[in-house]
């Protein structure tokens, strides 16, 4: 909707004394209170604005201070000329009545046509009944007639009975608040009642028999008990909502229901003098005033009328939401339980306080509708336009307060439309607030522009157009109302903007040399205007169309003078907002006939090394083995415009490679070869954008692999091929035709015949037979050979490898010369076949077929057949040796000209990106690129390349023995493991030192490395060899390496001094160390004698030791480790086990290994052997063992000489003693006792011969007794 905020009313009534004294509220005299309080009346010759003003100060000549009153302002630009109505008479009976206060034009209604009445109330009435003046608050209305006055004549419209009486039960109509909402129709009088019945409230409708004024009916609700709900609080009456016939009441409750009061609106119908409800309509929200306003309209203009409800107390504060309107669309006289749509308005703006029909405002045939949104902002007016597809959620214009007067604070409190108050066919829109002002918008006239864009000619030659192209723009209108006469000149404004859809534009004006050109057209009707366009040169953009664009508004000067009411003709609005409307042309290109490039750009691409050579592939994707000695890496890309598979390959018109640059990679540039200007590239951030040509010639490439060898075009591509093709083919055929022709001949007449007449005669015997029979026979034997000859032939030949060839063979023979012979040749034919064409086929076919043949052919068919077989081999010769040339021609000359494309017509470059390793650590996991080719051209699918690398990270790690003992010495006395106390017993000190380095970023929580030890413990009889003392690292988070399993110091031993310094100390301290100790030890050795021969001993985990295996972890790592391991060498061993040893080398290994959880980590692992070299003490001569055999016969002599002298001694009484006896032994037992010294050597007397035979006690069993 367009309107024109023309008209602003002020009323302004001063009491007494001058002054304003007027309020409601903080307001000053307000001329709205609710929705119905402005009206557009129509006058027979003029239209006048009714506005009620509630709480206006009573007429001068009215016995009250307050009352409202209802104004009337003609249609001007005079904001004084409002007057007021006489509606209280002066003699009112204040005794009775009490009109102070009563909001008078709290409702203002009219019959909306010429001549009507118009209707006026105060809900806020009361009477004074009985002794005590109790006040009933019944209302009061107001008729009169279409001059404001009361006319007598009319007393039964203008002094109707009131439809609440103050007389009566209390609970019933004595509070009825008549008037709080009416209507008036051309026979209905309808009031809302809220306060009847306990505040249920009712609705009255009076209806007045238009042919006789005595005749009324009266309609109203009855008692239902549901207090408070406030039936009557808004009420309209319409026709086509329940029924096409009857009238239907609608009036909403906006307290409905008692439990959670979300009001309703009911629709009634009259049945006699009461209300039916029929349907009831709930609200949504608890105290949202659903019902507050009630209106129809048909919105889709399907003939019956739709039903809006306002809420203007709904909120959401989620959507921030304040006010809805609900939208109930009618179906055929019945409405849903729930809206069609819901308008929900913003935050505290009471949204749907007001809601008005506004009729057909644009005149598109679909009504429309306003509501007020009087506190949003300065408040505001939403305006709707009805549609055939119902109602958007969105309004179609927002009128704002404070864009028609800054007076405005609640514009849009009340609303009155559908009236066309100046004439021009557009109903207009009253809006009133509670500001003392009222505005009358009125409508625009709509008109339809319409546009047309024409460009010539279609397609442009780029080398010969100097403004060559015309550009013509024609506009004509008309109004929406479909009126044609008295038509003023209405002006646009137009702009045709040329090459849109390009960054920089290719054409330009000749008029203004620019690419825009504006200007503007008044007309009646139709008007034309002709521009001339050209190309900018040089011209590189070929292929995207030349689009011209054309907008348009409408221009007008508004008129300064403001004091005469404006002719609305003059200033019209467009039905709807233009859009643009466009056209384009075509710029001449090498593309077909439709202008239109169809490329076929392929591309593939891998990555490579500095030497070009693809990285290999595990389960189709490539594989980099990364180390930091890797400094560059290749990306190659292979792109062409090749014809494939049905698909053309024209010109790629601005054909650009986009490649996306891994986080892990830098570029470092481009390399190409041949022809370098093929391909530029730049870097956008983290893309590089590579324009491969403009246009990518049909049959390019971009390709590493073929280096440039010619760069020709169409002509000379074609000479090459047709050389190449002429020469090769020349060679080639004649080898051909040669073998072809040896090898068919043989065929034919040999073993193959049946193979070569299946294949030939189907399409060649035909013509053969029909030639040779012709000139034998007749043209009747021409019709019978086709099919005979057909029959013989493929029976023939398929005879000729089977068993009974003979027998059909004569069959067939027999059957061929009969008919021939009986039907061309007559008598002749009849006695020479039957005795001769079997002999004669029979030769004839076995030389040419097969030996099968040989017999039957030759007596039956030896003529006939030779002949036939002659032609027959001629034509199956030729026949065959042209479709062979034929094909080998073709196919030759079809693979030289696709080599010739391929390897010798091409524009060819090597494109090879190159990038530096930037950020590729441990978490790399891949590299990916996406890599997307684009043109102007037209191609479907050209769909982004993805080329990805997956990265295994090899560690350049080292390990180093740095530091080693040096060789080792033992010498002194054997020492028992029980007897040592400190390392230093053990024997000499050994010192390892380890170094460990990594080269890169350390490992961190990926992993960590650990260095396993095969460490030779002890000797294979598992005495200690090399004793555990400390491991001490450098360099990591744990200072020392405890393995399990009781490997360091197993014994418990005293560390020495050094051993217990911790920290890294040098190698010259640690040896210094070692050697005065080793000094110390040689201190203490003794003389032994000198062994005769002397060894060497290796001991290592194989043979002669056994290794206990550990593991030291270096957690937290950085860059760099030192493991010190101290050890002693077990002395007492080697003097054992090793004394005859001249040098014992011991043997163990260190390993460094890689623990980690991630696949793509790995490292090759590192070993270095631990070798000590040990001497026995140079300056000492150690024992040295004996030989075995030398011991056993040392021992035996020993024993034998011992025994000797031992016999010689006894022999002469050595071991008897004279000495008194110290201990004397007694026999214990019955028998006596006999004394026993160790003079007697410890040798037992004999028993008494007395005794022998009894049993005596052992011998063993002594008794001691010492003597002193």
């Known amino acids: 909707m367009a309107v024109e905020r023309q008209r602003r009313n002020k009323v302004r009534e001063r009491d007494r004394e001058g002054g304003r004294r007027s309020r409601v509220g903080i307001k000053p005299t307000t001329f709205i209170y609710l929705q119905t309080e402005n009206n557009l009346h129509r006058q027979p010759e003029r239209n006048r604005l009714l506005v009620g003003a509630p709480r206006e100060k009573a007429e001068p000549d009215v016995p009250a201070n307050r009352t409202g009153g209802v104004y009337s302002c003609p249609i001007s630009t005079d904001q004084s000329d409002c007057r007021r109505m006489k509606l209280i008479h002066p003699d009112v009976n204040l005794s009775e009545d009490l009109i102070e206060d009563m909001w008078l ?34 209302g009061q209305c107001y008729l009169r007639g279409n001059d404001l006055q009361y006319d007598e004549a009319d007393m039964n419209w203008q002094n109707p009975d009131q439809p609440c009486s103050h007389l009566g039960d209390v609970r019933a109509e004595v509070m009825c608040n008549m008037g709080i909402s009416a209507s008036i129709t051309q026979t209905d009088v309808i009031v809302g009642s809220p306060g009847s019945y306990e505040w249920q409230g009712n609705v009255h409708v009076s209806w007045m028999n238009p042919d006789d004024i005595f005749h009324t009916q009266r309609s109203s609700f009855p008692n239902m008990k549901r207090r408070s709900i406030y039936i009557g609080y808004s009420v309209i009456q319409a026709r086509r909502l329940l029924s096409e016939d009857d009238v239907t009441i609608v009036t909403g409750a906006p307290k409905d229901s008692r439990e959670d009061a979300r009001g309703s609106v009911l629709l009634a119908v009259k049945q006699k003098d009461q209300l039916i409800v029929q349907q009831t309509l709930r609200g949504e929200q608890t105290g949202s005033y659903f019902g507050n306003v009630v209106t129809t309209t048909d919105l889709n203009n399907d003939g019956w009328n739709d039903l809006l409800v306002g809420a203007p107390f709904y909120f959401h504060r989620q959507q921030e939401a304040g006010g809805a309107v609900y939208v109930y669309m009618n179906s055929g006289g019945r409405f849903d339980s729930g809206p069609s749509v819901v308008l929900r308005g913003p935050a505290r703006s009471a949204f749907g306080m007001s809601v008005s029909a506004a009729g057909d405002l644009n005149q598109d045939g679909f009504q429309d509708f306003a509501v007020g949104a009087p506190f949003h902002e300065t408040g505001s007016v939403m305006i709707w336009t009805g549609s055939s597809e119902g109602v958007s959620t969105e309004p179609s214009q927002v009128i704002r307060g404070s864009s028609v007067s800054p007076r405005f604070r609640t514009f849009g409190f009340s609303l009155s439309a559908g009236l066309d108050v100046d004439g021009n066919q557009y109903p207009d829109l009253l809006v009133g607030s509670l500001d003392d002002t009222v505005a009358l918008l009125r409508t625009r006239p709509v008109v ?75 007309m009646p009707t139709r008007r034309c205007k002709s521009l001339r366009v050209g190309l900018l040169t040089p011209l590189r953009e070929k292929v995207e169309p030349l689009v011209f664009s054309l907008n348009v508004s409408l221009y007008q000067n508004l008129p300064k003078k403001r004091n005469v009411i404006q002719d609305l003709k003059r200033l019209p609005v467009l039905s709807h907002t233009p859009r643009p409307i466009r056209t384009q042309i075509h710029i001449q290109k090498a593309c077909g006939s439709d202008n239109c490039c169809h490329s076929n750009l392929q591309m593939t691409a891998q990555f490579t090394d500095e030497n070009q050579n693809p990285f290999s592939r595990q389960k189709g ?144 015997c035909t013509a053969v037979c029909t030639a040779v029979c012709t000139a034998v026979c007749t043209a009747v034997c021409t019709t019978v050979c086709t099919a005979v000859c057909t029959a013989v032939c493929t029976t023939v030949c398929t005879a000729v490898c089977t068993t009974v060839c003979t027998a059909v063979c004569t069959a067939v023979c027999t059957t061929v010369c009969t008919a021939v012979c009986t039907t061309v040749c007559t008598a002749v034919c009849t006695a020479v076949c039957t005795t001769v064409c079997t002999a004669v086929c029979t030769a004839v076919c076995t030389t040419v077929c097969t030996a099968v043949c040989t017999t039957v052919c030759t007596a039956v068919c030896t003529t006939v057949c030779s002949a036939v077989c002659l032609y027959c081999s001629l034509f199956c010769c030729l026949s065959i040796l042209l479709s062979v040339l034929l094909s080998v021609y073709t196919a030759v000359c079809s693979a030289v000209c696709l080599y010739c494309r391929t390897h010798l017509c091409l524009f060819q470059v090597q494109l090879l990106i190159i990038f530096q390793p930037s950020d590729i650590s441990l978490d790399t996991r891949q590299i990916l690129s996406l890599l997307q080719l684009s043109t102007l051209s037209e191609q479907s699918h050209l769909s982004p390349v993805s080329v990805s690398m997956m990265v295994e990270y090899s560690l350049q790690t080292s390990l180093t023995l740095t530091s080693s003992p040096g060789p080792a010495s033992f010498s002194g006395h054997v020492t028992g493991e029980s007897a040592m106390r400190k390392t230093e017993d053990v024997g000499s000190l050994l010192l390892f030192t380890f170094q460990v380095h990594i080269d890169g970023k350390p490992l ?134 090793y004394s005859d040893a001249k040098s014992v080398l011991v043997r163990g290994r260190a390993t460094l290994k890689l623990q980690t959880n991630k696949p793509t980590i790995n490292m090759e692992t590192h070993s270095t052997e631990i070798e000590v070299h040990i001497y026995p003490d140079s300056g000492q001569q150690v024992v040295s063992s004996a030989p075995l055999w030398i011991i056993v016969v040392s021992v035996m002599a020993g024993v034998l000489l011992l025994g000797l002298i031992s016999l010689l001694l006894w022999k002469c009484g050595f071991f008897v003693r004279r000495a008194a006896a110290l201990h004397q032994g007694r026999i214990l037992g019955k028998h006596k006792l006999q004394p026993y010294t160790d003079s007697d050597g410890f040798l037992i007397q004999d028993r008494p011969p007395s005794s022998r035979n009894r049993k005596s006690p052992k011998h063993w069993l002594t008794s001691w007794t010492e003597s002193h």
């Open 621 to 764: 994707s490539q594989v980099l083995h990364y180390n930091s000695s890797i400094n560059r890496l290749f990306l190659e890309v292979n792109v062409s415009n090749t014809p494939s598979l049905g698909r053309p390959a024209e010109d790629a018109h601005n054909a650009i490679l986009n490649i996306s640059i891994p986080p892990s990679l830098i570029y470092s540039g481009v390399r190409t070869k041949g022809n370098a200007s093929a391909a530029e590239c730049s870097v956008d951030h983290t893309v590089l954008l590579c324009e491969l040509g403009n246009p990518f010639k049909s049959n390019q490439k971009v390709n590493r692999h073929v280096p440039s060898l010619l760069s020709v075009n169409t002509a000379v591509c074609t000479t090459v091929c047709t050389a190449v093709c002429t020469a090769v083919c020349t060679t080639v055929c004649t080898a051909v035709c040669t073998a072809v022709c040896t090898t068919v001949c043989t065929a034919v007449c040999t073993t193959v015949c049946t193979a070569v007449c299946t294949a030939v005669c189907t399409t060649v």
């Open 448 to 522: 339809h522009l319409n546009k047309t864009l024409r460009v010539s000619p279609d397609v442009v030659d780029s080398n010969s157009c100097d403004f060559c192209i015309q550009v013509e723009v024609c506009f004509s209108y008309i109004f929406s109302t479909g009126e044609k006469k008295d038509r003023d000149n209405i002006t646009v404004h137009f702009t045709v903007a040329a090459d849109i859809t390009s960054l920089k534009s290719r054409l330009r004006f000749h008029d203004n040399r620019q690419s825009v050109y504006s200007g503007y057209l008044s």
């Open 105 to 138: 034009g709290v409702t203002v209604a009219s019959q909306g046509r010429p001549g009507g009445r118009v209707l006026a109330c105060g809900h806020r009435f009361v009477k004074l009944y009985g002794p005590l003046k109790i006040r009933q608050m019944i």
């Open 1004 to 1137: 961190g929580h990926l992993g960590n490395l650990e260095v396993e030890f095969k460490w030779p413990r002890v000797v294979s009889n598992g005495k200690w060899l090399l004793y555990l003392t400390d491991i001490q690292i450098h360099g990591a988070s744990e200072p020392r390496c405890n393995p399990p399993g009781n490997i360091i110091n197993t014994l418990r031993l005293v560390l020495s001094k050094e051993e217990t310094k911790r920290g890294r100390r040098s190698l010259d301290e640690e040896e210094a160390d070692a050697e005065e100790e080793l000094e110390e030890q040689s201190e203490n050795t003794v003389l032994h004698l000198q062994g005769q021969k002397k060894k060497s001993y290796t001991l290592d985990c194989v043979h002669g030791a056994e290794c206990v295996t550990f593991v030291c972890p270096l957690i937290n790592m950085s860059d760099s480790a030192t493991l010190t391991i101290k050890a002693r060498l077990w002395n007492s061993t080697l003097l054992e086990d």
